[in-house]
């Protein structure tokens, strides 16, 4: 009996995680979901709900109960996973957060940069409060968190909460696509080696079969084959570059290493067709007059160029996991305990993990090459100083955090642009205030 | 195709392993075996092979090739796993340690004390010549090293050689076994946290179906059930140890924790039964005699007595782990790589480990509790310092490697000690002359 | 204006206290001294406050305050050094520990094994007790602590409380002027480089005029010059174990490197002359028939054979470097800080340090070499554990602190150990009750 | 009799260095002056050489013998210390690095950036040859180097060869003097608490006769107060972020963190006055002009406009307190040693050491605040890549370099900025070829 709870439950992507629940329900054992949003969102987590409940009549589930809520505690008692997808205030705070960036001629961007460290100030204080009811009603519920910046997020809840967590992230998943496709080789045959942080991480070796193959991927992608998501603009990898680094960065390392291109495309980008958040919001619009339908009783496809691909393949896989005690090897987001040699014991870091019922158990990696350590400590320290800022509501870290981050790292103006964010988030911030 | 060479063939052991291999021979896809072993064992090790082709025969695997060498290179040119399982100097080398020990009024046990040290000084330069040879013969196999000190030898090839090497030890399958037992559990439902040192390991951890039990597994402990092995007197651990602990220690932390009585134990059967080896010497003619027998085509049960239960188990389940890039969690010794925080990244430790191709990728454990740091410490700086000494022939690292043996440290008599190890095994030692 | 109180000033060494004040009083700028004692020594204390102001007195110093208290506040207020050469239990709780470790057949000492201990369960609380009357009454104060166990206690005091504390020992100024003498060159022409914890510290270099002479000195051990103690027996270290160290270890080591002939020793003086705690008491005795004459206006020289040599000293010589701000390098005991690589950042060590008005601040040593790394670790993890029991009151901690101590580290007897222990100094552990 | 011999000994800087050694000339014994240069630098280093005689004779010191050489050998063979001030190219390959950096928009400086990199992968196989000298003919001899990037150049010395070496800067004397003036108060009475690399520094604490202002300090520079020196620009630092950081960066740190106000005023800088090189290309032609009047026998003050103060003060201070073993506390860039957490033990730091006949022993600090532990990561990992590149003349390393550097940071121009430095340097960088 799995009762599974999701926090920002209204969220389009919703459909796709039910579509993997139902695939698997038998191994999970599913029982009841518990769908749970903020009432500015009442109209669109009911349509949500009514599709949920329409899918899985389809597919001979009526027993499963659908449940919505608009607090938490009902919502979250008893719950086996409670899965966190909360945009505190949606996204017209995103694209707020993107356009304070290109103001300040900085990338904005949901999860690196200035946008990264406005949502982590707005997501932690509602992140922990949900911890703490798990604490207190679900005690030995596991929170998979796909909030965004899910690295910085999961890592607030691990070291101020005393609930289980696991953050997961598409980009691991979806690079192990690629990289298969690439090869014209079948998923399970291929093994990537991660480590780093959640939209910093690098494979550090792709074995076929068991052989490595590193080497040759690399050749590949230096001979014009491309590793990029939908959100990314795909520019292709110096390939002096990458032979020199011998691994393969996620596309999310464009923002680091190509950042006045990637600013050039966002400039052309928002003059065009919106930032990013704007564009979605259009995307968003269609898919719920979809899902309203109530023909509709699958995921449908358009969801696929929402951006999320393969999010519910590797939530229903990690559920799967932790619920059958599998102890397979999933990349995932969770508590370093030394596993990188060098970041904080505490820190969490995306890396290969053992997933069983008590959770997630990286392998041991060692140091990271040189080339990629200080980027690396960087981002870090520039989370750790967000988290702080977010929990205490402390200017002084949050001043720090803005001129450690490697994309912002301006002394000059990090106050304007701090008060800036504040003031444009008042609401969402009262520990600032 | 898999050939498989095993150094040390014409051990008695060797039936054990042979009737693993030939259940799992197809997942193993074996071709050859090829025993290796001295000439002064040339007897043994035809008893051996003809043992061996009988034992193929009855399960119709005839095609499977047995052949008998008495030097390295046809042995292990083009093998896929070498099994290294010798003995230097034979059980006479081994009673001899023993009884030197108790002359000197201290433990004479084959892996720990002064036992351990003199076998790795007589070993290692052997196991060094095997690593060797696999380098230029057969760099892609994997040396499995069942030679005792287990955890000494690994680490002296894995730090000195090239070679691809894994350490195997019966005893976290025999506590495996024993405490599935005690709960009355299947095995496969059973999972325990392993962190330590070879024969110096603890389960820090007991899950069943994925629920942590530790905690009754020790209070069965404590209320008189046991946990030891064939070869180690069962002394009872006193509860109120055992609960301060936390944990569950190995066997052989009896020598370490209650060395007083088992030195008495270890007095009175030497006086009454003679050492462990002495008495393994008579339980290994009457195994030779019955594996002569040309009616003997299976393992006998009288193996069971010899004190390597499981062995087999292990090794085919490491060797089919890594034929198949299976992934499966195992434990094994193996370079530690920060797994367990604070010993040497290049020291090898025994913990739970994800095996495939590429080999042993252990998981973050992070430091062991304070009552358990300071002894393993204190052995693995022995365990180096008689890795130098063995490699180097260094009188110097000898005597601070007995100094620094906590079932030694007795400044006073190192150096006594060392020179009547250094003649008594003088034939095997070059390296110090 | 430089109040000094010091706790426990009814002591036999006070007077070698005062007089090195005395020496130095303008440095310091000494305006008072403030002698706490229990109850039960006022007595003593009494004769000891006479007896300082005939020696302040006769050296024209009058003017300084001298007072006697019986509680901690008065004295403690408005200190700006406190000295801690407190006894609990007085010696005859000492003479106790040491006929307990003789009766479990092990060494009964102060500082190290089975005594350290119960004197450190008895110590820790009521140091704790000073060091928060420091932070309420006198927070710039420094704490020098000299009670023994000092690395324990200095330990418990700077991660229990906010109160600056710095451990002092006379064995590293002992070691300096013996070896001085040996190479009959100034005390200041030698330089020795100290790394370890109290009463477990190596010099590991030896430096004349700036040069290093360690082999020498070695040489010079080796060849039957010796370097001991008043009070620990003067075994000489085998030559071979001396020149395989590279190092020279300091007079308590003999307890952990000769255990099996200083236990004989000591059972030995205990037929005959009684523990060193009933020897003790009698020179006490002495003494204070001698402080108490009022003709007696200076350190008596028969205070030299109590054991305490130089303690005078190295505390004027501190006390001088905080309060000059000097940066002078002196050793101490202080917190690691990363210094001895491998050590908790936080454990308390012995080790060179430059001291200035902010305190100590150690010099990096990088890691302790194999030979000795694993036996402080052992020691350090004892002492940790023996402090986790002080604080708490905790059985558990106190048991493993038994089994981890390489002069006891038997499981089979540390409950029964523990349980006399707790008896025996009832009245001294309200904690456990 | 204490030989010195300095490596561009040509250098516009030697006689400040001049008049710092005469006015200590006894405490260190000077008894010869051997100036060594190439022979493109002829003419200065006999201008040099001429004025140092002069000088000599006007403060009676004739018998100080000054030679000149354009070899290695002779120059070092049996010299005490060994300067080296050496500049492979001259100010023309400087002010080639300068302009490199403007025509890729990016800082073009001589050891940060672009240009520091250039200048090291010129400078390592140099320094590299001077250490191999010394190894061989005055192996007890001090290398102490002035050679910009002081840090690389050191790190590369002290990890490349046996020779003793530790790294001088001025920046800290520069800091200490300007903090001093701050306050009001004597150079003595004022300590600073450094710890950072080579102009990636910080002052973590400043105490006056013992106490604390660092806060104070800060306030002052929040208020106003400037702390720069002549060849950085004197940008105030924003109050918010000095008072977040809550230490005091050095002054190279604006080319971090305010690096587009840094690099408007290097553009500006270049179009009307020439870059840095180009201007102190004419300051050096008027020096020489006055050092080779024949009536010139001071350091004369044009020279204070060079932009070197107090290196001469700097590098006597630490001459005698090597010489006379005196253990005063300096601030070099030395081994890590584990002084600061996290950054490797072998990594050369700038911080406060205790500086006796055995060369510069750190002071343990700690973990870096996260504020400014990425950012060192960062550089640090951008030296040792370059050192790598530097010492094998590797591509792939020079790269990954470029990238990890961040001021330069972009993996699309990586490449091509490596062939223009490779091409502009050829003849000084035979290593690539």
Chains 1, 2, 3, 4 share one sequence.
């Not at 949920?52 to 979250?76: C, W, Y």
């Not at 696991?166 to 291929?190: F, K, R, S, T, W």
């Amino acid at each position: 009996m799995t009762k599974i709870s999701v926090i920002g439950g209204g969220s389009s992507y919703t459909p796709e995680l039910v579509d993997g629940l139902i695939q698997h329900h038998s191994e999970i054992g599913l029982s009841e979901l518990a769908l749970v949003d903020v009432e500015a969102g009442r109209e669109k987590v009911q349509i949500i709900a009514d599709l949920t409940r329409r899918m899985l009549k389809r597919n001979g589930l009526e027993q499963v109960k659908v449940s919505v809520h608009f607090s938490l505690d009902d919502a979250i008692r008893d719950s086996s996973f409670v899965l966190t997808q909360l945009r505190v205030g949606q996204l017209s705070a995103r694209a707020a957060d993107e356009r304070l960036g290109l103001k300040f001629n900085m990338l904005g961007q949901e999860t690196t940069g200035v946008g990264g460290f406005a949502k982590a100030l707005r997501t932690i204080p509602v992140m922990l409060e949900v911890a703490k009811t798990v604490e207190r009603l679900a005690p030995d519920a596991w929170i998979i968190n796909f909030t965004n910046p899910a690295g910085i997020v999961t890592e607030a809840v691990s070291r101020h909460s005393k609930a289980n967590v696991i953050g997961l992230c598409n980009v691991p998943v979806n690079m192990h696509h690629m990289i298969a496709n690439m090869l014209q080789a079948p998923y399970e045959d291929v093994e990537l080696r991660f480590a780093g942080l959640n939209h910093m991480v690098w494979v550090h070796q792709v074995a076929l079969k068991g052989k490595d193959v590193t080497e040759s991927v690399i050749e590949r992608l230096c001979n014009g084959e491309t590793l990029t998501m939908n959100n990314i603009k795909d520019t292709p990898w110096p390939p002096a570059f990458l032979r020199a680094l011998g691994a393969i960065p996620c596309p999310y390392h464009r923002y680091f290493y190509q950042t006045d291109a990637m600013l050039a495309e966002e400039f052309e980008a928002a003059a065009e067709r919106g930032t990013r958040a704007e564009q979605v919001m259009k995307v968003e619009a269609e898919l719920f007059t979809l899902y309203a339908s109530p023909d509709l009783a699958e995921k449908p496809t358009q969801l696929n160029f929402r951006g999320g691909a393969f999010y519910s393949e590797v939530a229903v896989e990690l559920i799967r996991a932790i619920h059958t005690n599998s102890g397979k090897v999933l990349v995932v987001n969770t508590t370093n305990k030394g596993a990188i040699a060098g970041l904080p014991y505490d820190a969490v870091v995306e890396t290969n993990c053992v997933i069983n019922a008590q959770g997630a158990h990286p392998l041991s990696f060692g140091p990271l090459p040189e080339a990629m350590n200080g980027l690396t400590q960087q981002v870090k320290d520039f989370e750790r100083l967000t988290i702080e800022a977010a929990v205490k509501g402390c200017r002084k870290s949050a001043i720090l955090a803005l001129v450690t981050n490697p994309l912002i790292g301006n002394a000059n103006i990090a106050e304007e642009m701090l008060e800036e964010i504040l003031t444009q988030n008042r609401r969402y911030l009262p520990q600032f205030n």
